[in-house]
């Protein structure tokens, strides 16, 4: 191509000091790399356990919500497999190599792993939704599932070939090909190469306001109101602590009617002690109902504060910085700060299998049975090694 602008190998002096400038600091490469390397370790962990956990118990898959979540580890894999290698890569001092390809591709994992984990944590607020407030009607029935499932992987693709379709149509249509080719700063000069951006930023605000309203319903059904939940456990301790001592009062001036009472029925037989039995047996049933709903309530609340807040908190910073970048371009600190808050919204690779998977009853049962199967050999070959020692 003639209108391609590239160093010319004969002058190494310029090359190098091309590749000086996309150098980043020590102090922020080793941070950065060590981040990166811890996440990739935990969320291969975390989602590799979690997915042969579900492979080894077909049971598990049988139902919609437990195919959506492992879909959603699946993308997690994908995210430490791919994408967080590859902004590892970046991060690291540039070689020769360090081409508009490379940042390319890495554009395009960052791309389809923000498209692809927003959409398929709409998924599972949609699958909660039908669950809490609609479990006959549901929205995401069998077909529908596969469908929506189908849609998400088919547009996280589309989100990953974006990034290419740019830079190909900039090397089609552009006459100067340096903005593109010379590497991090120069990257994001040409104005056709934001689209990608645009997709994440829509992407994370329609799910953001889905979770928001979805949530907000799912309380709502269970009758949870956020404000005044600290307030009523409050006012139900003291009111425990009056009826407790109202309780012991009466109990004293009514001995006296209640031997009354059994020396008269005493000829009756046995019937009023079970009669006792029976209210007394009813109202623990009650009381450990009303409990049980209120513990239900409790940790209801807390799964949807900490699903929210965990997907604001890692995936805000990223979408408001790629809202700067569109208006004002990349300058040589918000690179860097874009791959702090890259690093921040891959945590969610990690805080994924702890809110979907590992707080499940059913998953908590098969992992404590899979430790005793492991525990109870050691147990016994401890216990026989002294008798096979006496024999």
């Known amino acids: 191509n003639k209108n391609m602008t590239v160093a010319s190998p004969a002058d190494p002096c310029k090359l190098d000091m091309r590749l000086s400038e996309d150098f980043y600091p020590i102090s922020f490469q080793v941070p950065m790399t060590g981040i990166l390397l811890v996440e990739i370790v935990l969320g291969l ?5 979690v997915l042969i956990f579900y492979c080894m118990k077909q049971n598990l898959m049988s139902s919609i919500s437990n195919f959506i979540t492992v879909n959603l580890h699946v993308v997690d894999l994908l995210v430490c497999v791919c994408c967080i290698p590859m902004t590892a890569v970046v991060v690291l001092p540039p070689i020769q190599s360090h081409t508009a390809m490379i940042w390319c591709f890495h554009e395009a994992c960052v791309s389809f792993g923000s498209v692809a984990t927003a959409s398929t944590v709409l998924a599972i607020t949609v699958d909660r939704y039908d669950i809490s407030v609609r479990p006959a009607h549901r929205v995401l029935k069998n077909g529908r599932s596969v469908v929506f499932l189908g849609a998400i992987w088919a547009s996280s693709s589309f989100s990953f070939m974006i990034p290419f379709m740019e830079v190909g149509f900039v090397f089609n249509t552009s006459s100067n090909q ?3 080719v010379t590497g991090i700063k120069k990257y994001y000069t040409e104005e056709v190469l934001y689209y990608h951006l645009l997709i994440q930023i829509h992407i994370f605000i329609f ?6 309203v979805t949530y907000y319903k799912i309380l709502q059904a269970l009758k949870i109101s956020i404000g005044n939940f600290g ?3 409050l006012f139900k301790k003291r009111q425990k602590g009056k009826n407790t001592k109202a309780l012991r009062t009466p109990t004293r001036k009514q001995t006296t009617g209640d031997s009354v009472r059994d020396t008269r029925i005493r000829v ?8 006792r039995e029976s209210v007394s047996a009813i109202i623990a049933l009650r009381r450990a109902v009303r409990n049980h709903r209120e513990r239900r309530k409790k940790r209801t609340l807390k799964m949807s504060i900490l699903i929210i807040s965990s997907f604001m908190l890692c995936w805000t910073p990223i979408t408001a910085l ?9 300058s040589d600190f918000n690179a860097q700060l874009r791959l702090s808050f890259l690093a921040m919204a891959y945590g969610t690779t990690i805080i994924h299998p702890l809110l979907y998977t590992f707080t499940l009853p059913k998953f908590q049962k098969i992992l404590k049975s899979r430790i005793r199967k492991k525990m ?3 147990v016994n070959c401890d216990h026989c090694r002294p008798e096979c020692l006496s024999h």
Do not use: Y
């Open 376 to 378: 109870l050999p050691v």
């Open 178 to 180: 340096t903005a593109v």
């Open 268 to 275: 009756d037989g046995s019937a009023p002690v079970g009669i």
């Open 207 to 212: 799910t953001a306001i889905v979770m928001l």
């Open 45 to 49: 962990s975390s989602n590799l356990t």
């Open 322 to 330: 790629n809202i700067i970048i569109l208006r004002g371009g990349l």
């Open 231 to 233: 307030q009523q456990n």
